[in-house]
């Protein structure tokens, strides 16, 4: 499949494509079915970010998080993902940020190598402050984390 095409026209139905698609064993039985070509995608990410939509940077993200949690590793390349999720998604993907940092302690310190700007960091954190009880954010813990983890980019600026 050519990879700049599939970016193109990436509709959400061609997830299927990129997913995690595990087949439940771990160490040398690990597989991944769509490992191999969601790696080709990705490594055309890190050089052609901008052709990405924020859909398919999503739906990279939540695959290489699942991976990440059963895999007992992470691909650097989630930072990047993250990054780009949400400064380019805001606060239409915080929750989708926070499923993935939340699939254990390498996709947690992958997804908090990000560099963001001041008006993201700004919109998300008014957007924090003034979330309801009942929206999208996986659990009320990871949303004060989430506030205390902008707060602390904003803080710390360059």
Known sequence: MNIE?????????????????????????????????????????????GTFSVSLIAALYDAETEFAKEAWGVNPVVSLLAQELLERGREVYASTYLKGWGRGMDAYIQSMRIELSKECINDLINYSKNRKENDDFPNKEQAELFLKFLEFKLENRH
């Open 5 to 49: 095409e599939y970016v193109k026209n990436y509709r959400e139905d061609d997830e299927l494509e990129i997913m995690f698609a595990w087949n439940g064993k771990h160490a040398n039985g690990f597989e991944d079915e769509n490992f191999k070509f969601r790696r080709e995608v990705l490594d055309y990410f890190k050089s052609h970010k």
